[in-house]
């Protein structure tokens, strides 16, 4: 890797750069906190970015400073006398540009680092109704970019019928020889069995029933960054905001933050869906989400089904493939989080109808 501080110094930052440390988060990219030696000087967010899946380095980071500039617009427009903790703020480089790449062909950005601002992976309900009520403020906020000004960072990123060809492609292609294991062939079952069910969301788009709108696409509850009085204050990850179906954002945040267990828990018996964050995420959402017509409504209980089916489905797909995707910590980690996901599948089909209940008594309030 060249060296990461002449990575910084590319960018128009201030102050004297001091220690770079790298963080343990996400999936996809590298992330590190770049220290400023200044005293009070801001400190930095620095990202290698996985050029491997976002391919388009120069319509991502379009994208992200279409965003960025258009959540400031609003809040200013709100009176919002806090913004830069508000929404994050890229850094260009010296030559004006949202991306430096390296000697090695390695893609890097910066944002200004929002301090004092802390995330969950596991939320009381409490903040799961705030975080609710955020997401919503955030969709409204987003809805009036004017169609087309976005690009798919990743083409057909949560189009269920998409990730399935992929999978059946994994499953022909056996890339890695796990297709032999007793366990592969019985999640390669349970997938193809709700597969029809699953794509429920494009048949309904194709038919002009179920709107894109401008989504977020990566709700995971530890993209919300809360302040020291646990008030949600910015949304991060902003990769993959682009168009999409409201239920994807909605089930996501449910995938990560109404699961007694984690994403890729050992046990299976601490997975299962957490009926209380369910019904406090979704009345604070429904309360700011006032633009949803009712057929996004009749389905928000069923995104969160799909999100915990459509994230079982790329772990094992990854799995298959030899884990080329995302990052692991031992060979079989994609097959655990396949587990894990499915088991929350799982237990969200039998509490179905109270979620879709929980839907019913929020809206009407
Ligand atoms: C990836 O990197 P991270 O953790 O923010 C992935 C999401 C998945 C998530 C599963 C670009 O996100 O779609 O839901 O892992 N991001 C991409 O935890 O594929
Ligand atoms: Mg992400």
Request: with cysteine; net charge negative.
């Amino acid at each position: 890797m060249e060296n990461i501080k002449n990575i910084v110094s590319q960018f128009d930052i201030e102050g004297e750069t001091g220690a770079v440390r790298p963080l343990k988060i996400g999936h996809i990219n590298d992330s590190f906190i770049v220290e400023n030696l200044e005293k009070g000087g801001k400190s930095y967010f620095l990202q290698k970015i996985n050029h491997h899946i976002f391919k388009n380095v120069e319509g991502l980071q379009q994208n992200i400073s279409l965003v960025t500039d258009h959540l400031r617009k609003k809040l200013s427009e709100s009176g919002e006398n806090n913004i830069e903790k508000r929404v994050l703020r890229l850094i260009p480089t010296k030559t004006g540009k949202w991306f430096y790449k390296d000697s090695e062909g390695s893609f890097w950005r910066v944002y200004v680092n929002i301090e004092n601002a802390h995330s969950y992976d596991t939320i009381t309900p409490e903040l799961a109704y705030k975080a609710g009520e955020a997401f919503g403020d955030f969709q409204c906020m987003l809805s009036d970019i004017p169609h087309g000004d976005l690009i798919e960072t990743i083409p057909n990123f949560h189009n269920m019928e998409f990730r399935l060809e992929e999978f059946r492609q994994a499953v022909k292609a056996n890339k890695a020889g796990r297709l032999s294991e007793e366990e592969v062939q019985y999640f390669i079952g349970e997938i193809e069995k709700r597969a029809d069910e699953m794509c429920l969301p494009e048949r309904l788009f194709r038919e002009g029933r179920l709107p894109k709108r401008v989504n977020h696409c990566d709700t995971k509850v530890n993209n919300m960054l809360f302040d020291q009085t646990d008030e949600p204050i910015c949304i991060v990850d902003l990769d993959t905001v682009m168009p999409g179906f409201v239920l994807s954002d909605f089930g996501d945040f449910m995938r990560t933050a109404a699961n007694t267990g984690a994403e890729d828990d050992t046990n299976l018996d601490n997975v299962g869906v957490n009926l209380e964050i369910f019904k406090a995420y979704t009345k604070g959402y429904l309360k700011k989400a006032t633009f949803l017509t009712p057929i996004e409504l009749d389905n928000l209980a069923f995104g969160a089904k799909l999100l915990s089916y459509m994230q079982t489905v790329r772990f094992f797909t990854d799995y298959l493939n030899g884990d080329t995707y995302y990052k692991v910590q031992h060979p079989a980690h994609n097959l655990q989080r396949t587990r894990a996901q499915f088991k929350l599948l799982q237990s969200q089909e039998e509490n179905f109808e109270g979620m879709k209940a929980i839907v019913n008594q929020s809206k009407n309030n």
